[in-house]
């Protein structure tokens, strides 16, 4: 985790982009628990799933809101790797986590 944030500073990416795009994990164990044990969505998680997409887009547009927005960061301001890095990382976290909880659960 602290790598993907390490690189969404590098790459000049906000970094509550990234963090909520981890927020999809619960979205990826619901679908793993749908696919592998036939577990449904309730309407409390499609509501979860639409405030967390649009969260990512409303902070996706601080830039576009704000253009003078600056993060304060020890690293250089200029970005330094390609902001697709840190979006796979960001995208691969929950994937992780996910392949982890459904691991977990179908042991216990």
């Known amino acids: 985790m602290l790598l993907t944030i390490y690189f969404a500073v590098a790459a000049d990416v906000n970094v509550g982009v990234i963090t909520t795009i981890w927020s999809i994990c619960p979205f990826f164990l619901a679908l793993a628990d ?3 044990f036939k577990v449904r969505l309730s309407s409390h998680h499609y509501i ?3 405030l967390i997409v649009i969260s990512t887009i409303l902070i996706s547009l601080i830039k576009v809101i704000d253009p003078e927005f600056k993060v304060e960061t020890a690293l250089p301001s200029q970005a330094t790797v390609p ?3 840190p979006v796979l990382f960001g995208l691969l976290t929950p ?3 996910t392949t ?3 691991t ?3 042991l216990t």
Do not use: A, P, Q, S
Request: charged residues 5%; glycine residues 12%.
């Open 34 to 36: 749908y696919l592998m």
């Open 48 to 50: 979860g799933i639409t």
């Open 83 to 85: 902001t697709i890095i």
């Open 95 to 97: 994937v992780f986590f």
């Open 100 to 102: 982890f909880g459904m």
């Open 104 to 106: 977990l659960k179908h």
